[in-house]
Nanobody, 131 residues
Framework: QVQLVESGGGLVQAGGSVRLSCAAS????????MGWFRQAPGKEREFVAA????????TYGDSVKGRFTISRDNAKNTVYLQMNSLKPEDTAVYYC????????????????????????WGQGTQVTVSS
């Protein structure tokens, strides 16, 4: 079992920035891709970003491309989500998740857009963007 703990959420004005962190324990962190999703009230969970187990490949949802950056520090067992140029529509609970597949091939990164490719999730952290 993997434990994931998100932090860094809060209230921010439109145009501002926030960095989320997700600390992992209980699995060889450096051998698993990681992802971020978000869910706004009344909406389905939405893919935000994913990063390969080695950190060299990233992929983003269309709504955040060019504004958000996912990164990881395998020495600290932590994945980050840097969120810039925030908009009110970015308001949501943000979740990190760990890939269910050991050392997923980078050619299969497109599969990580699907929530069911992940087998452990954090408790979520609220990000609220005011206009």
């Amino acid at each position: 079992q993997v434990q994931l703990v998100e932090s860094g959420g809060g209230l921010v004005q439109a145009g501002g920035s926030v960095r989320l962190s997700c600390a992992a324990s209980g699995r060889t962190f450096s051998s698993y891709a990681m992802g971020w999703f978000r869910q706004a009230p009344g909406k389905e969970r939405e893919f935000v970003a994913a990063i390969s187990w080695g950190g060299g490949i990233t992929t983003y949802g269309d709504s955040v491309k060019g504004r958000f950056t996912i990164s990881r520090d395998n020495a600290k067992n932590t994945v980050y989500l840097q969120m810039n140029s925030l908009k009110p529509e970015d308001t949501a609970v943000y979740y990190c998740a760990v890939d269910s597949r050991y050392r997923r091939s980078v050619t299969k990164m497109f599969e990580l857009l699907r929530p069911n490719e992940y087998d452990n999730w954090g408790q979520g952290t609220q990000v609220t963007v005011s206009s």
